[in-house]
């Protein structure tokens, strides 16, 4: 079965930051970096691509210039 990323949030236990901590514990300390770096290597373009409950988001926050 293949979910879209905004489709795998399931709840507060199951988060995907819940998921890599069960797995990396020392995520928990260090995923406030680690999601900056991994969002700046994928980029904003394929995020809001891959993920239209986000870019929805972006456009609202671009619509209040």
């Given at each position: 079965m293949h979910l879209e990323p905004?489709?795998?949030n399931e709840g507060v236990n199951?988060?995907?930051?819940?998921?890599?901590?069960?797995?990396?514990?020392i995520y928990e300390r260090?995923?406030?970096r680690v999601?900056?770096?991994a969002i700046a290597a994928i980029g904003l373009p394929t995020l809001r691509a891959r993920c239209p409950h986000f870019d929805d988001w972006i456009r609202q926050l671009e619509r209040l210039r």
């Amino acid at each position: 079965m293949h979910l879209e990323p905004e489709e795998i949030n399931e709840g507060v236990n199951t988060s995907p930051s819940k998921r890599l901590i069960n797995h990396i514990p020392i995520y928990e300390r260090s995923k406030t970096r680690v999601g900056a770096l991994a969002i700046a290597a994928i980029g904003l373009p394929t995020l809001r691509a891959r993920c239209p409950h986000f870019d929805d988001w972006i456009r609202q926050l671009e619509r209040l210039r």
